[in-house]
Each structure stands twice: as C-alpha cells, then as structure tokens.
C-alpha cells in the first residue's frame, strides 16, 4: 500500500514570516500621533497594527495614509449582500468591476485596486480602469504598500 499522499500531508508548507516594511512601521507611528494629537485627555491610547501581507489589510493601510495626508477615501465594497427574504446573494450597489478605494487626491479623483498574491486584473475591472482615465481620473493597482507610496508620489509631483 503506498502511503506517499500522508508523508505529503504532513509537510506543511509554511508562509515565510511577515517582515513589515519600514513604510507601515512609519504609517502607525504617525497613525498614532495623530490619535494622542485627537485625545490628548486619554493617557493610554492602544497602538493601531497595519499590515500590507493581505488585501484587507493593505486597503486600510492606504486608506489611513491618504486619510493622514488630508485626501479623501473611502473602500468600495462590490460585494453581494445576502437576501434573507429571497434566500440568496443579490448585487450590492456598486458597479462590477469598481477599484477596491475610490479617494480624492489634490482635487483629482483617484481609483485604487489592491492586487496581492496571485489576484490579476478582471476583464470587468479593466473596463472601469480605462472609463475612469478616459474621464480624467487617476487609476492605480497596488501590491504592497511601497509599491503604493512609490505611484502616488509621482502623482503628487
């Protein structure tokens, strides 16, 4: 009997550990002093974790920063909410295809799809892209929060 496929189990494939980038030690340590700035009563004020390993998490990394940096944004969520009446997922009221932040950076509207691991752009998400450069607006897919920080300075400039 050939028990190769219970060896293979047993060898797990481990994720290497998560180093966290100089840029989002840099994002909590502003994070929270603008938190000790806003409550400057409280004397104990817990210390905001951002990660940039994860979708989720990377999306709040960088609606943090634009938040911190006086621009406006705000996650888009494309997903279907479930119908308890109906007994399933109906569409949410976001368009197919929308990016995962929609801000507003120096007057100009700015689309940001996070893209991590193996995620590829969608032929739907690629429609939007275009449609929102066409009208003059600024589309950027992210993988990693350095990769954010390095597109949206050469925006700022």
């Known amino acids: ?33 603008q938190k000790k700035a806003k409550h400057p009563d409280v004397p104990y004020l817990p210390k905001t974790a951002f990660r940039d390993d994860s979708a989720s998490g990377l999306t709040q990394s960088i609606i943090a920063w634009l938040k911190l940096n006086g621009h406006f944004a705000a996650r888009v969520n494309v997903t279907g909410i479930y119908d308890v009446r109906l007994g399933k997922y109906r569409r949410s009221g976001a368009r197919k295809g929308m990016a ?14 996070v893209k991590t691991g193996r995620d590829r752009m969608r032929p739907d998400q690629l429609k939007v892209k275009s449609e929102v450069e066409a009208a003059g607006g600024v589309y950027i897919v992210v993988s990693s929060f350095d990769d954010f920080l390095r597109q949206i300075n050469v925006f700022l400039k």
Do not use: C
């Open 1 to 33: 009997m050939n028990l190769d496929f219970i060896d293979a189990a047993k060898k797990k494939r481990t994720k290497p550990h998560y180093q966290k980038p100089d840029s989002v030690k840099e994002l909590e340590r502003l994070f929270h002093e």
């Open 100 to 113: 995962d932040i929609s801000a507003v950076v120096k007057g100009r509207h700015v689309s940001i799809e």
